[in-house]
């Protein structure tokens, strides 16, 4: 079965730069999250799409923009590097259909390592 | 600020042993998840429960969705080594689907 597809698995960058993780949902998934995982931490939201449309938002820094393309493939893009950007980012789709059982599991890619130094 | 608390934080036991970890909440859930993550890895979907009350096994695990839909556990019987990973309960309010919580995770060792 098809799963989440992230890319790049890393990425090293400098302070400053500008990164840009893609992610290609499971066919027919409506929703996209993205999550930031810090050493030892749990992951933390950062921003989800609805069918294309910015759905909730969490811990985002305004320096990330995300958006979800007309082929459902999403980008989070990170401006003005910081190193405490270094993580694995965790790109998630789901199915929404209110609480019918198989709805709203999360299923997540295999993420990207970003390391700014 | 963490709205999920898992507990306990880590478990070292030894093979063959039963393990329970649960999660608390002061908010209303409609789902609860339990995913098992490995290093470097993503999470990956162990149970998924919908109602209150609802008990859903998966082989050697088991886990229960509380009847005040503010709490959940998760049961390992008969661990074995490839048990060891850190498991993390998850969930969604009732007024943000388009947002999945996840807990601190309870880190597991499973010894021979």
């Known amino acids: 079965a098809a799963g989440v597809i992230q890319s790049p698995r890393h990425l090293i960058k400098e302070k400053r730069e500008t990164a840009t993780l893609k992610c290609y949902p499971i066919p027919r998934h409506d929703t996209v999250y993205w999550y930031q995982q810090g050493p030892g931490q749990d992951p933390q939201f950062l921003i989800s799409f609805y069918e294309k449309m910015q759905s909730d938002k969490g811990s985002i820094p305004d320096r990330f923009s995300a958006q979800q393309f007309s082929d459902y493939h999403s980008e989070l893009n990170m401006s003005s590097l910081e190193l405490g950007d270094s993580a694995l980012y965790f790109c998630a789709s789901s199915l929404r259909a209110g609480s019918s059982t198989g709805a709203n599991v999360l299923t997540f890619g295999a993420g990207s390592r970003l390391t700014v130094l | 600020g963490q709205q999920l608390n898992q507990s306990p934080q880590s478990m070292f036991i030894q093979e063959g042993e039963d393990v329970s970890m649960n999660c608390t909440s002061s908010?209303?859930?409609?789902?609860w998840l339990w995913y098992k993550q490995d290093p470097g890895e993503g999470p990956v979907l162990l149970i998924a429960?919908?109602?209150?009350?609802e008990l859903t096994s998966n082989g050697r695990l088991t886990a229960q969705f509380g009847i005040t839909r503010k709490d959940s556990f998760l049961n390992i019987s008969a661990s074995i080594p490839s048990d060891v990973g850190i498991y993390f309960c998850a969930g969604h309010r009732t007024d943000s689907w388009g947002k999945l919580q996840f807990g601190a995770g309870t880190q597991v060792v499973v010894t021979p």
């Open positions: 429960l919908y109602k209150a009350g």
């Open positions: 908010s209303i859930f409609n789902t």
